[in-house]
């Protein structure tokens, strides 16, 4: 029986009654075939076919390259010495012929056809005996693949259910390479299956594809390219399960696009996997839109979904949207869990709320819920950030009397907010405690104690707990360094400062700008200015970013050491390498200006901040006005204080540090006068202004005359003049 193959073929792969690989077969599976029906198998090439008998002519076969194993009876025939590999070489040779009787010598014989034109293969003849019952020639006549599914047994019967051998299988497929579609094409041609979708949904929802975002992607949308495949809604929610782990944006955009399209129907446990995902990136879109299908679709939301929704809100910012879903929360049949409080005092404390989130803590006690410690953890950050220290500690103690488990960060916020409010011992008694408590304090807590120390002036004690930290194990960073440094220059230890810079630079330590600034700093309060610069241009020669800090330190330097001219010239080149001048750059410069009568210069400088946008502060206009009361023009200092109000700059002890520094030059009738207009105007009350002007004299040794003002009526006091009464002015103290 004689039948001709229409589809080119390149490659033919015969067996005899050994298994090998399918994915060799040709079109037809000869390895199904009953070994009594296939005694001779016939190919030829040619249009025009040549029969010759069943003993193989290997001289006549054409060129090829033929594959042999186990077949040295082929290797005595062509007298071959390489008994793996059989080539012959003329292009005439037409036929051939191989035998399937139980004496055939092969296993395998491939014929790669793509080597032969074209033209010269129009025909492709497989002849079996005239006795043959069936020929395979077409894949339209195998049966169709089958869906295989995840588990072995599906019946409602078994509770433990084994996964399918297939799912190792595929798995060992998807190694993220450039053919790995076609790898998975080609496995389940050689075996005859198909993926269902319940297959590929617990594929994605395995360790193996929980994060590797790129292989699930591409599994997912190869499984949809299967005939008659269309994907569940479980395939959909763990590939956005997946690419949210890695925050694929744009790709879970085109897929839950792709799912709106599909129209399929959610379940509770679908809902709460896409609102959880939505909701940690911020898509709020999209995690509304589950929501409000979930409502249509009669879905009763569960405490996980409330909590999910609430999360993605918060998340997002949507605070008021949150309270409200919590609300609906406390009025319905779902209550609020830990989970529930937890998560509002969390956006309560992100928008700067912190009152309500004190107020929602509290409520969790009226409510039988017990707080856990996330909820004190995140109230401590949030009063940590605003500086409100007391409430922290208050937070710590609670816990410690609740006995919960207190997390090494509690004890870092705690003894930072005591070093930061100068009560370093107290501090120190809390990393003692935690210490006994079985915690290994870290880097940051060490650092904040020796901090600590040393701005409070305790050196000694500063670098003993230095000490024991190295003992411990700890290696110091630049930060650490850094501390210690601007301690010693603080108490004027430059020398042993200028040692430990030695010590980083020799023991490849980081060197960062705020160690430079503190010694350049602590060099120009010394007057050693010349090494002030030094430093400084030597930073640029390490390749350390020189910032306002660094410029300023030597500027305020320069500005003391009566170089004004040469700290003008660095604030012209701290404007021209694009670093920015501060608020503190031209305080410096202003004050110093005036040290040197150039008191116009000083004011353009002020009118040259105001233009820049930089709004000064009590320092600066302290700096100007001190200047301007000591020059004699008071009133031009008062006139500048006026145009601050309008730019929404309220000074509230401007006009206290003007009259403080006219009764510490000695010019008391000035005061006098200054606290007359200041009353006079109303911009401030007499008896504060009177305070003001008695605390003024006696820190200035006018002792007599404070006295003198205390017991009279002299600004608050009135006297009458017929029908009027005016007030007792200050210049009166003066007169008489």
Known sequence: MRKTLNKPLSTIAVTSRFNYPPSQWVNFPLFQEPQSQKSNLYVDFTSKSKWVCVDF??????????????????????????????????????????????????????????????????????NFTPNSKRVFTSSSNLPPPEWVQPFINLSDLVTDHKPSPWVSQILNLLDNSQLMEHNLDAYCCKFMIKLSPSFVAYLLKTDYLKDKPDIAFRFFYWGGKQRGYVHNCECYVYLIQILSSSRELDRIKHVFSEFKCSGLLMNVVGVNSLIRSFGELGMVEELLWVWRRMKESDMEPSLYTYNFLMNGLVNSMFIESAERVFE???????????????????????????????????????????????????????????????????????????????????????????????????????????????????????????????????????????????????????????????????????????????????????????????????????????????????????????????????????????????????????????????????????????????????????????????????????????????????????????????????????????????????????ACKLADGIVDRGREIPGKVRTVLINALRKTGNADMAVKLMHSKIGIGYDRMGSIKRRVKFRVLFEK
């Open 328 to 670: 609906v929360m406390e009025s319905g049949k779902v209550n609020p869990d830990i989970v529930t409080f937890n998560t509002m005092i969390k956006g309560y404390c992100r928008s700067g709320k912190l009152q309500k989130a004190m107020e929602r803590f509290r409520d969790m006690e009226v409510r039988k819920v017990e707080p856990d410690k996330i909820s004190y953890m995140t109230l401590m950050q949030a009063c940590y950030a605003e500086g409100d220290f007391d409430s922290c500690l208050g937070l710590y103690h609670e816990m410690e009397e609740k006995e919960l488990d207190i997390p090494p960060h509690a004890y870092t916020l705690v003894i930072g907010g005591f070093c930061k409010t100068g009560k370093v011992l107290e501090g120190f008694t809390v990393f003692e405690n935690m210490i006994k408590r079985g915690f290994r304090p870290n880097l940051s807590i060490y650092t904040a104690l020796i901090d600590s120390y040393m701005k409070h002036g305790n050196l000694d004690e500063g670098m003993r707990l230095f000490d024991r930290m190295r003992n411990e194990g700890f290696k110091p960073d630049e930060v650490t360094f850094g501390v210690i440094v601007n301690g010693l220059c603080k108490s004027g230890r430059l020398d042993e400062a200028m040692q430990w810079l030695e010590y980083c630079q020799n023991n490849n330590v980081a060197i960062n700008a705020m160690f430079y600034s503190s010694l350049i700093d602590g060099l120009g309060k010394a007057g050693r200015v010349d090494e002030a610069k030094e430093l400084f241009e030597e930073m640029a020669e390490k390749g350390c970013m020189r910032d306002s800090y660094c410029y300023n330190a030597l500027i305020d330097a320069l500005a003391k050491n009566e170089k004004i001219d040469e700290a003008l010239v660095l604030f012209k080149r701290m404007e021209d390498e694009g670093c920015d001048q501060t608020v503190y750059t031209y305080t410096i410069l202003i004050s110093g200006l005036f040290k040197e009568h150039q008191n116009e210069e000083a004011l353009k400088l002020w009118h040259m901040m105001i233009d820049k946008g930089i709004t000064p502060n009590a320092a600066s206009f302290r700096a100007l006005s001190t200047g301007l009361c000591l020059s004699g023009k008071v009133a031009r200092a008062c006139k500048i204080l006026d145009e601050l109000a309008p730019m929404g700059v309220i000074l509230e002890t401007a006009f206290e540090d003007m009259i403080n520094v006219l009764c510490k030059a000695g010019r008391i009738k000035e």
């Open 57 to 126: 002519p290997f001289s006549q076969v054409p060129t090829m390259s033929v594959w042999c194993i186990k077949a040295p009876a082929i290797c005595k025939i062509l007298e071959r010495t390489e008994p793996q590999r059989i080539i012959v070489s003329k292009l005439e040779k037409s036929n051939l012929y191989v035998n399937f009787t139980p004496k055939s010598i092969w296993e395998l014989a491939n014929l790669p056809l793509f080597q032969v034109p074209k033209l010269e293969k129009s025909n492709l003849y497989v």
